[in-house]
């Protein structure tokens, strides 16, 4: 009897498999039952509930409020955000220079072709980290002293210390401040929405919304200033800072990650058949018209999945930037580490942040992918 169900190839697979996966979680049962013991034996305490200790180290920079009597907890979302802005920016920055960069390279014009070619070449035969390098001396050695900071438009300061933009402040309840940003987002999702369908419509919607918004900004007392940087003995305070950790990353990532973009647009652009290309010109379309209205939908189908696999890398390679010593997820996690031992917990903590945030990236672009692919009638 036993043979007979063995037989079965069906049978035969399911019990491998489950074999296999009984001995992997058996062996890292095992690993983290010696791990657990090795470190009660030196004394080092096992559990997340250093967490609510204070950190009490600085974090140079965030986008998020902090202060070094913050928990450990706090520490590791700043961080996390940190980490957040740089893939955010470096995708939509790098994808727009990356569109260029791929119509650069079908281009007719011979010199913009070779440029694009270059470019494409060189940047993506040097290391990522080398790169940020680059950009981190360039800014740290070329740039003048903060009383001496070049002016490029009024309110603009660029110097050592990085860049001071003019900023917006918004001040008030914080509840009604989230409550008064979702109604903008909100109406402008509405618009865009019904925009097509009804312009009418679309219009009532969007400006209930926005005085819906009004009310809220009148009655709860929201105020909104433009802050202006100005020079206080060897800094400048006030208005928006970009340091040179960030801008360096910025430059470094983008430049970086729109040559591997550029080249998946080329080749999702030259996928699409040739006479799409011939049938469009003999409706009398300009060449923009028919790239963006028959070429580009076509190509996204081809385009999206390897662009996924892109933005995935490019949110795993935030992780470099602790090179040039801007404090995203993983310097914070460093930090941590060297401050209380918690090893195995801060490495957890890492490895669970980076797999919810490309499982985001994965589900937000078969979102898009679904949006694209043909649906059979």
């Known amino acids: 009897m036993f043979t007979a169900i063995w037989d079965n190839e069906k049978f035969r697979s399911v019990f491998i498999q489950m074999l296999l996966l009984g001995l992997f979680v058996g062996l890292i049962w095992w690993l983290a039952g010696n791990a ?61 220079a990356g569109l260029f960069v791929g119509l650069a390279r079908r281009s007719s014009h011979p010199v913009l072709r070779r440029v694009a070619d270059v470019y494409v070449n060189t940047v993506r035969n040097m290391p990522l980290v080398m790169q940020l390098l680059f950009w981190y001396v360039l800014g740290t050695t070329s740039l003048p002293r903060a009383r001496e900071a070049l002016e490029p438009l009024s309110g603009v300061f660029i110097s050592v210390r990085g860049i001071f933009l003019p900023g917006l402040t918004i001040s008030g309840p914080v509840v009604w401040v989230l ?110 018209q028919v790239l963006m209205h028959i070429i580009l939908p076509q190509a996204l189908r081809i385009i999206i999945p390897p662009l996924t696999t892109q933005y995935i890398s490019t949110v795993k390679n935030t992780t470099l930037a602790l090179a040039v010593g801007y404090p995203e997820l993983s310097l914070v996690v460093g930090t941590v580490i060297n401050q209380t031992g918690q090893a195995i917990e801060s490495i957890l903590i890492l490895l669970g942040s980076f797999l919810l945030l490309n499982l985001l990236v994965s589900i937000f672009m078969n979102w898009c992918n679904k949006k694209v692919a043909l649906v059979q009638r």
């Open 36 to 96: 657990v013991s090795n470190l009660v034996a030196r004394g080092i305490p096992v559990g997340f509930g250093f967490l609510s200790n204070p950190a009490n180290f600085p974090i140079s920079e965030s986008i998020l409020d902090y202060d070094g009597q913050d928990s450990f907890l706090w520490a590791y979302v700043v961080g996390l955000s940190n980490t957040v802005l740089i893939a955010v920016l470096t995708i939509v920055a790098a994808t727009i």
């Open 179 to 288: 409550i008064l940003v979702a109604c903008v987002l909100i109406a402008f999702a509405v618009f865009r929405r019904v925009f097509f369908a009804s312009r009418r419509h679309a219009a009532i919607s969007a400006g209930g919304f926005i005085v819906f918004a009004g009310t809220v900004w009148q009655v709860a007392g929201v105020t909104m200033n433009v802050e202006m940087p100005r020079l206080e003995g060897f800094n400048f305070t006030g208005g928006l800072r970009l340091s040179v950790e960030l801008v360096s990353l910025l430059i470094g990532m983008t430049i970086y990650t729109a040559a591997y973009i550029g080249e998946i647009i080329r080749g999702g652009i030259d996928a699409v058949d040739r006479g799409q290309w011939e049938a469009a010109r003999s409706l009398g379309l300009s060449e923009k």
